[in-house]
């Protein structure tokens, strides 16, 4: 089954404690991203990947990094965590980018503490 | 600044009637818009897209009207079911070659029995 898979989907945590939260596709998609979702504010980028170890900064990347080593996975990492970066994170993945659709991981809840 | 936003925030509408849900973009340069839907728990799942050089598409039950004139994008649902309860997000890949696509704040649509 085509998919887009992220763990953990929930983690609760203290400020300051470095977490990755992990995405993988196995459609062998070009295109990776991520976003968090607020209240109020929608969807917003926070980096991209174009194609492995590509990568380039979204709308909101202060605070957060990524890596694209291999093509299917595309990892967050909260270097050090602060209660700002409290949300819900979907990571998304396309064949290409602007001409098809993204297809959405189910989403990580982090709550910083 | 670039924003792609919703006229309504929550859209109620019984059961069998159709549904229009609104979305006004600002760059006039985007070429590839996209619908999501999105229900509680998941990830936003892709209703139907549609690219710049056309102004209607259809799908199962579904329509995208493009007026680029205005700058406006709607998805038209018709004989709504509950099953169509969530929040639907319209979404515009900006302009070619900027690798980012930009979100709505998302619309709830309610069903009513």
């Known amino acids: 089954e085509a998919q887009v898979t992220q763990n953990p989907r929930y983690l609760i945590t203290v400020t300051g404690k470095k977490l990755t939260v992990t995405c993988s596709q196995n459609m062998n998609h070009e295109y990776m991203s991520w976003y968090r979702q607020d209240p109020g504010l929608g969807l917003r980028q926070i980096y991209y990947?174009?194609?492995?170890?590509?990568?380039d900064k979204g709308d909101v990347p202060e605070g957060y990094k990524v890596s694209r080593k291999e093509k299917r996975n595309f990892p967050l990492i909260l270097e050090s965590p602060s209660p700002n970066q409290t949300s819900l994170y979907f990571c998304?993945?396309?064949?290409?980018?602007?001409?098809?659709?993204?297809?959405f991981g189910d989403g990580t809840r982090l709550s910083i503490l | 600044g670039e924003s792609v936003g919703l006229h309504l925030p929550t859209l109620s509408v019984q059961e069998g009637d159709n549904s229009i849900i609104n979305c006004a973009y600002s760059?006039?340069?985007?070429?590839?818009f996209i619908w999501y839907k999105q229900e509680s728990g998941k990830g936003p799942q892709f209703i139907i897209d549609?690219?710049?050089?056309?102004d209607k598409r259809q799908g199962q039950r579904v329509t995208v009207l493009l007026n680029k004139t205005v700058k406006h994008l709607s998805l038209q649902i018709a004989a709504t079911q509950p099953g169509d309860s969530a929040v639907y997000f319209c979404a515009e890949n900006g302009a070619s070659g900027t690798y980012k696509y930009i979100f709505g704040t998302g619309t709830r649509l309610k069903v009513l029995a």
């Open positions: 998304a993945s396309s064949l290409v980018q602007g001409a098809e659709p993204q297809h």
């Open positions: 760059n006039s340069a985007s070429d590839y």
């Open positions: 990947s174009m194609n492995v170890e590509v990568t």
């Open positions: 549609i690219r710049s050089n056309m």
